[in-house]
């Protein structure tokens, strides 16, 4: 099982949960060529180690464990997982 951020990251990019996650998993950081750019941060579904420390520390409540996903949210699952692809 892996975290997803979702639409309530767009436009916010609170780096909060980049801060607190154990194994880097979510980016782009401030410190990374494209943050400027990306609209939202994701979350590496092949590095994710399901601890959960993001999903407190988001602000706009935008990080979901994958399986309490809501379904209107069901499109960033691939969108996580294209960003890490490019």
């Not at 980016?27 to 979350?43: D, N, R, S, V, W």
Request: some cysteine; hydrophobic content about 40%.
């Amino acid at each position: 099982m892996t975290h997803i951020i979702a639409e309530p990251c767009i436009a916010t990019k609170d780096t909060a949960c980049v801060a607190v996650c154990p194994v880097d998993c979510i980016h782009p950081t401030k410190e990374e060529a494209g943050f400027e750019t990306e609209q939202m941060l994701y979350i590496d579904p092949q590095v994710c180690i399901d601890c959960g420390l993001c999903v407190d520390e988001c602000p706009v409540r935008a990080i979901f464990p994958d399986d309490e996903l809501p379904e209107a949210y069901a499109v960033f699952i691939q969108r996580n997982a294209d960003y890490f692809v490019r």
